[in-house]
């Protein structure tokens, strides 16, 4: 069973806010990402890191940054959220070589 | 460019077989991995394919075929908790890359 933890797992919160999402795993993977996610709608990847600091945009745009300081923690911020940024963040992690992701339980970001 | 097809909904009844069918086009394969996502919560590694072939692991199979951009997943004696999305996802060469399909919603009924 994967080791990736994800907080808040639900958040609301208004317009203009700053945020971070946090997301951590102990399985020691160099590997991690982010996407976003709308019911029933297909993963975006928004963020990647290949390692510590190394970060790198994704195919979807998106107004956040991620920082990669250590292995294990990977968080995404949000300078000033709007309701456009409403959805489901999934954070995941892989290991070298076939590079299966495994996904935290995600959170789900309601802007108002 | 890349893309990748899948069904939007399928139906089965439980106890029963059902297929579900992924088709891609993208440059640099590299393997095609299967997701199961139930309603709600995150994805789950089921399969990874990267020579062409069957690949069995218990009531799941998946199916490669490189040539013709294909590949399926065989789920056996269907059970209500297979009810979910299933996700295929194209892994490509040259550093990071393995693209999500939009996955297809499979209902099991009694």
């Known amino acids: 069973e994967a080791d990736i933890y994800q907080t808040p797992r639900y958040l609301v919160i208004g317009t203009g806010k700053k945020i971070t999402l946090e997301c951590s795993q102990t399985?020691?993977?160099?590997?991690m990402y982010w996407y976003q996610q709308d019911p029933g709608m297909e993963l975006h990847l928004i963020h990647y890191?290949?390692?510590?600091?190394?970060?790198e945009k994704g195919d979807l745009s998106s107004e956040s940054t991620v920082s990669r300081i250590r292995t294990e923690h990977f968080p995404l911020t949000l300078e000033s959220a709007r309701p456009s940024h409403t959805s489901q963040y999934l954070c995941?992690?892989?290991?070298?070589?076939?590079?299966?992701?495994?996904f935290g339980p995600g959170t789900r970001l309601t802007v108002l | 460019g890349q893309n990748i097809d899948q069904p939007t909904e399928m139906t089965a009844t439980e106890g029963a077989i059902v297929q579900i069918n992924c088709t891609y086009q993208?440059?640099?394969?590299?393997?095609l991995f299967w997701y199961q996502q139930h309603a709600g919560e995150a994805p789950t590694f089921l399969s990874y394919?990267?020579?062409?072939g069957l690949e069995e692991k218990g009531r799941f199979s998946s199916f490669l075929s490189r040539s013709k951009g294909y590949s399926y997943l065989l789920l056996k004696e269907l059970q209500m908790k297979d009810s979910a999305s299933y996700l295929c996802?194209?892994?490509?060469?040259?550093?990071?890359?393995?693209?999500f399909g939009a996955g297809t919603r499979l209902f099991v009924k009694a």
């Open positions: 995941a992690s892989s290991e070298a070589g076939v590079d299966t992701q495994y």
């Open positions: 399985m020691g993977h160099d590997k």
């Open positions: 890191s290949y390692g510590v600091n190394s970060t």
């Open positions: 993208t440059s640099g394969f590299n393997g």
């Open positions: 394919n990267v020579l062409d």
């Open positions: 996802a194209v892994r490509r060469t040259g550093g990071f890359k393995t693209i």
